[in-house]
């Protein structure tokens, strides 16, 4: 049971390594610092298509931290009592993202360019968005809606909420929602079996450290194949 649980965890975690916020952002310098030139966004993660009897969701991660600073962000997720963790530092100047990913003892990194990261969603379903006419406040910022319409998918069509109040720019060109303008607040995200749904619960605009956006260095690089297989592996047991 022990082994089971710990395996579910480093599926999860995996997964948020490769699409929880997987964006990418400018900021508009323009803008004052509280609309968004640093801080942090505090998400609530949940699971809608996992068994929710199953013992093993108590222990998965139920948020998730997106740090800004300037021209970097840091997308980071932890579980397990820090035994697990998963997450990406995006270099928007250069257009690099750092992937990285921890299970127990091992630990891994890499870097893909603008061209690489496209290789993480080539298995993205295929799919066509539509602008919808309507607003919420999330997080006490106004959000647009854009529902994503796949042309063959597993799971149900669903709506992507997003905010151009942070005065954040070109937030998605790393995403698998590259088109869509703004911060992400609220969405679902998915690969292989296993499916997110996420929601910004706050924003703090709070100095950042700027030692968040260094991917420690007892952290293994490894080729982009080498941790895109790794993280295919840590799929196999999930379907939904």
Not at 70 to 77: A, C, L, P, W, Y
Not at 182 to 189: A, D, F, I, R, T
Request: net charge neutral; with cysteine.
């Amino acid at each position: 049971m022990q082994l089971k649980l710990s395996y579910k965890l480093n599926i999860t975690l995996s997964a948020l390594a490769v699409l929880l916020l997987s964006a990418c952002n400018d900021f508009n310098q323009s803008q004052k610092d509280s609309e968004g030139k640093f801080g942090k966004i505090i998400y609530h993660v949940s699971y809608p298509y996992l068994d929710s009897n199953d013992i093993g969701l108590n222990l998965l991660p139920d948020k998730m931290t997106l740090t800004f600073s300037g021209n970097q962000f840091k997308s980071e997720s932890v579980g397990g009592m820090g035994l697990f963790a998963a997450g990406f530092i995006s270099h928007n100047d250069n257009k690099t993202v750092d992937h990285f990913m921890k299970v127990i003892s091992s630990k891994y990194v890499s870097r893909f360019s603008e061209k690489g990261i496209k290789t993480f969603y080539q298995d993205f379903p295929s799919y066509r968005l539509e602008s919808l006419d309507s607003t919420k406040k999330i997080a006490g910022y106004n959000c647009e809606g854009t529902k994503v319409l796949f042309y063959n998918n597993k799971i149900s069509d669903y709506v992507i909420w997003s905010t151009t109040e942070l005065g954040l720019t070109n937030y998605n060109w790393c995403s698998p929602f590259p088109s869509i303008e703004g911060v992400l607040m609220e969405y679902k995200v998915q690969q292989e079996g296993l499916v997110l749904a996420v929601k910004a619960l706050s924003i703090e605009t709070d100095s950042v450290d700027m030692d968040e956006f260094k991917v420690p260095l007892d952290y293994n690089v490894v080729s982009n194949r080498t941790l895109k297989r790794k993280i295919k592996e840590a799929f196999v047991s999930f379907d939904y």
